[in-house]
């Protein structure tokens, strides 16, 4: 499935199109993937309507990639012929140790074909050994909505048995939520979202509170991570944040939308008494290779639904209507 051109999903709400494409070859350096499932991402959101925009157009967008290793170019060591392997937004950079910075930062199915697609090419670098007790489609949103998960939990600095507050509940939020039980076992946790089912959702996994996103929660938060693409949540979260408190937002855009509600932020109310805001750029190789192992010893329970390659647009449809439990994933092989 091929992005052709930067559009409003307002006026096409069904932005990809389908195409036969030249099977990659690997090149030095790379390997050939044959895409088992791709995993559907809000930043794809972003991709189509030109927030974050391709380099080049047509792209196969798609970020949250497993499969197995088909081919292997000259130099590679690291994997073997018929390995399952994980392929996330990170699809190549400077490998120092804030590549996610990087003016060197290529994204996958965006700078560079995705997953949307029964093959793909990447540096062999940025491919991730995926642990035996995930299936594929329960490791696909692990590569993304996990991994910047956990590089978002790690920039909120909290420490076990202080508050943290989520604020929405989709793909990455119901993975936070399980990995910040398990490496904060005292701290209690509130989660943020706009529908019941949301809220639902996240008491069923452990949440010691949710209401809606401008809700007084029953404590104030030493952190807040915020995964949503809406203003609104921005300012709630640093209404309500304790002094001395961070807000983290995990998103590579924010839609405009709602962003004349910016224009009524108040100092006393939303930045003083020392509190911070921190936004997360992108993922590193070393958030993946540590948090891979880290859902597998939980293990981490990944909500997924299940959709096919050709139903791409009606799963995008899906996840910008907030219709949303867990994580969609697109199944492309027979292999899962």
Not at 81 to 100: A, C, F, H, M, Q
Not at 269 to 295: C, S
Request: hydrophobic share 40%.
């Amino acid at each position: 499935m091929v992005l052709p051109a930067v559009v409003s999903l307002d006026d096409n709400p069904s932005p990809l199109v389908a195409a036969k494409l030249p099977k990659p070859a690997a090149a030095s350096g790379e390997i050939l993937v044959r895409v088992s499932v791709c995993g559907v991402c809000h930043t794809e959101l972003d991709e189509i309507e030109g927030r974050t925009p391709p380099a080049r157009l047509p792209v196969v967008p798609g970020h949250e990639i497993v499969g197995e290793v088909a081919e292997i170019g000259d130099g590679c060591t690291r994997f073997s012929l018929g390995e399952r392997v994980g392929i996330g937004w990170i699809y190549s950079s400077s490998g120092d140790d804030d590549e996610n910075l990087s003016s060197e930062f290529r994204a996958t199915g965006r700078d560079a074909n995705g997953g949307y697609a029964e093959f793909v090419v990447v540096p062999e670098d940025y491919a991730y050994a995926i642990p035996d007790v995930f299936s594929d489609a329960e490791a696909a949103p692990l590569l993304c909505a996990g991994g910047v998960g956990y590089r978002s939990l790690r920039l909120a600095g909290i420490t076990d048995g202080q508050v943290l507050g989520l604020t929405g509940f989709g793909g990455s939020g119901h993975l936070v939520l399980q990995l910040a039980r398990h490496l904060y076992p005292r701290t209690r946790i509130f989660v943020f979202a706009r529908s019941a089912e949301e809220r639902a959702f996240a008491l069923e996994l452990g949440a010691d509170w949710a209401g809606d996103t401008t809700e007084a929660p029953p404590e104030a938060p030493h952190a807040i991570i915020d995964t949503t693409p809406a203003w609104k949540p921005v300012l709630a979260a640093l209404e309500c944040l304790r002094p001395g408190g961070r807000l983290v937002i995990n998103a590579i855009r924010k839609e405009a939308g709602d962003r004349d509600l910016m224009a009524t932020i108040r100092y006393e109310d939303h930045l003083w008494m020392e509190k911070e805001l921190k936004t997360v750029a992108n993922v590193t190789r070393r958030d993946l290779e540590e948090f891979l192992p880290i859902a597998a010893e939980i293990p981490l329970q990944v909500e997924v639904e299940i959709y096919s390659l050709k139903d791409a647009n009606r799963a995008l449809a899906a996840l910008r209507a907030g219709h949303v439990r867990g994580a969609k994933v697109l199944k492309i092989s027979a292999r899962d």
